[in-house]
């Protein structure tokens, strides 16, 4: 199935925009992915194992943390996986930051 | 260096006067080369945080993910994002920062002042990873080819109005 990959991420599959995996679910398939490119695996993935925050992984057009059965969703290989960093911001102020700083 | 057309600027421009007081967002589609980034689309998202929209922006994945399918049928890839900061300098603040993912992609900013647009900057958020992520002032090059046809075109058609003029 294929898998694709962001402009911001591009750095790490030698410039391919889609990287082809094999795999029977969504976990496998981004194991798979990140077989083909170790260096992807920080990017994408905490030191716990888990998907970062801010990227947001679709199988096909659903956001797999809305999917009943999340990453263990079965996928086949017309199945087509897209990552996607968040993109937000603001002129606000962080709630993580204790000071407000000038914007 | 980020380039664009002068209706690009425009456009993206007068989206965040539309919005005022809330910000306005969309995605910058085009090419990037050894100049830099280079708009050949912009496209209007809606902002998902109507909780917080005078201050806070948020583009709906599914938009990105259009976008992108988008863009890649006409050769042209996510390059960029732009936003407005209704009240606020346009320098991209700190929740901008800690929220911007896309190395490598320009950020463009507007100030909108009481539903004026004003200084429009672009920032280059540089880095790979999120360790070693910053933004860096990028020049905005502003393409007027099809601006100065236009006021050519306007000027010829204005002397034409004239000639007529005469002859009644
Ligand atoms: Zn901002």
Known sequence: MKVNIPTPLRAYTKGKETVEVSASSVQGALDALVLTAPELKKHL?????????????????????????????????????????SIAGGSAYSSKSPVPLSC | MLRLTFADYESLRAH???????ECC??????????????????????TRSD????????????????????RKAGLDIIGFYHSHPDHPARWSQTDFEEAHWF?????????EQGQARITNSFLLKGT????????????????????ENVASHAAKMSVDVREGDKT
């Not at chain 1, 290989?77 to 897209?82: A, F, G, S």
């Not at chain 2, 990873?129 to 100065?148: Q, W």
């Open chain 2, 52 to 71: 917080s929209a005078h201050n806070r922006y948020h583009i709906a994945p599914e938009e990105l993910i259009r976008a992108q399918r988008e863009g």
């Open chain 1, 45 to 85: 993935f905490t030191e716990d194992d888990k998907l970062r925050s801010f990227v947001n992984v679709y199988l096909n057009d659903e956001d797999i943390r809305y999917l009943p059965q999340r990453e263990d969703t079965a996928t086949t290989e017309v199945d087509e996986l897209t990552i996607i960093p």
């Open chain 2, 26 to 47: 969309g995605i910058l589609l085009g090419n990037n080369d050894s100049a830099g980034n280079s708009v050949k689309q912009v496209i209007r998202a809606g902002n």
């Open chain 2, 129 to 148: 990873s999120e360790d070693e992520k910053a933004f860096e002032d990028e020049a905005l090059e502003i393409d007027v080819t099809g601006v100065e």
């Open chain 2, 16 to 22: 965040g006067e539309e919005t005022y007081p809330h």
């Open chain 2, 104 to 112: 490598g992609c320009s950020y463009v900013i507007t100030a909108i």
